[in-house]
């Protein structure tokens, strides 16, 4: 029996664009091991994701690129014939994030050659995302939701969350597709064999004999560094604040002026992007991890945390943040609130016994829920029967 070809469709395979590429990476690799026939299109803008189209080449995955594309919407001439012969031939096209050109193409030749396709929002539906940006941008948000995107959206076969909480965010638009709830996962290999401890304090001696509060994520305003960097402020003069992440339109110049305003230099330490071992070596020696964002759709890193054995400390505003409390791996609280913040951050810092009883209890609890080989499996039953109720 012919594998079940899935067409993967996005705006753009660069690191920067943050969540949705990474996710659609990791999933399109671990569906590819679980014996499906994955395909990828994107639309490209600069050179910066070519390396994750060749990783995904390497993992026998097809990509086509299309571009050099232009403008916000992220145009190309070629575009809709591209994107139309590659619906032709998938049986489930599954289309993620919502704004760009080629998130309505797709949809579009989907419908016209009767393929079954599914929209990962990745977020972008929850009213916090709509909501965003200028009037101008959040009225053009509007029109092309009642121009284009809502029919597009009525019409798929599903409509894939990554958390409960964001079903139910999205509940009052009243979508008729049935929806899928399923993770966002991590390679887990990454994290089988864990390295020893001290690796990432050895770069940053300034590390070594204080306790390490790890951010790691984009430099934007949605993390809510607002509230983490006054927070530290209350707590303990012992505790380094390590800020991992690449810049974001220039918000970390922003940042920086708050670190010298509230005369935070020496107990702040920018490094710039992680990649790789190096990522997962500061992740291992941090004391707690920490998140605050205004608003996450799911929080891939927060589930890396994890897997390294450290507890976490994010906002409410991270939608799985009922399951970390549940599963003993870490804490919430308010968004915006950077006394409660600091409050809880001194808790966990003045515990070690608390903090490594989390930890033992995270990294069991994303092994179990956030492995992509056990996500891309459910894909496959996911996959099978769209394409079964498609057929009657």
Do not use: C
Request: net charge positive.
């Amino acid at each position: 029996m012919a594998a079940v070809r899935i067409l993967h469709v996005i705006s753009g395979l660069d690191p920067e664009n943050g969540g949705p590429t990474f996710a659609l990476v990791g999933l399109a690799e671990a569906q590819r091991r679980a014996g499906l026939d994955v395909s990828v299109i994107a639309t490209w803008q600069i050179k910066t994701g070519f390396p994750l189209a060749e990783r995904l080449q390497a993992a026998d995955v097809k990509v086509e690129l299309i571009g050099q594309a232009y403008g916000k919407l992220s145009r190309h001439p070629d575009l809709a014939a591209a994107v139309d012969r590659a619906v032709a031939g998938a049986d489930v096209v599954h289309v993620h994030a919502l704004w760009e050109e080629i998130q309505h193409q797709a949809p579009r030749a989907a419908q016209r050659r009767g393929v079954p396709y599914v929209v990962t929002p990745h977020g972008m539906l929850a009213p916090w995302s709509r909501a965003q940006g200028g009037w101008v941008h959040r009225w053009g948000k509007r029109a092309y939701l009642l121009l284009r995107l809502r029919r597009n959206l009525d019409r798929a076969a599903a409509i894939h969350f990554t958390t409960p909480a964001e079903r139910d965010l999205v509940a009052p638009m009243r979508l008729r597709p049935p929806s899928i709830v399923e993770p966002v996962g991590i390679d887990f290999s990454e994290f089988e064999q864990l390295p020893p401890r001290g690796l990432f304090r050895e770069r940053y001696p300034q590390l070594r004999d204080r306790q390490m509060v790890l951010f790691l994520s984009r430099l934007s305003p949605q993390k809510g560094l607002d509230v983490l960097i006054p927070a530290m402020i209350r707590v303990n003069d012992d505790a380094l604040l390590v800020v991992a992440g690449p810049d974001y339109d220039s918000y970390g110049q922003r940042v920086r002026g708050w670190v010298s305003e509230l005369l935070l230099q020496d107990r702040v330490i920018f490094t710039g992007m992680l990649h790789g071992a190096e990522r997962i070596q500061a992740l291992r020696d941090a004391d707690l991890f920490v998140l605050p964002s205004h608003h996450e759709n799911f929080g891939i890193v927060v589930a890396e945390a994890m897997a390294a054995g450290t507890p976490v400390v994010i906002s409410r505003e991270v939608n799985i943040w009922q399951e970390v409390v549940a599963a003993g791996a870490g804490a919430a609280v308010r968004s915006g609130d950077d006394q409660e913040l600091a409050a809880e951050l001194r808790r966990w810092l003045a515990d070690p016994a608390i903090r490594d009883a989390a930890g033992e209890k995270a990294r069991a609890f994303a092994r179990s829920h956030y492995d992509w080989n056990r996500i891309a499996k459910n894909w496959v039953d996911h996959y099978a029967a769209l394409v079964r109720a498609h057929k009657v």
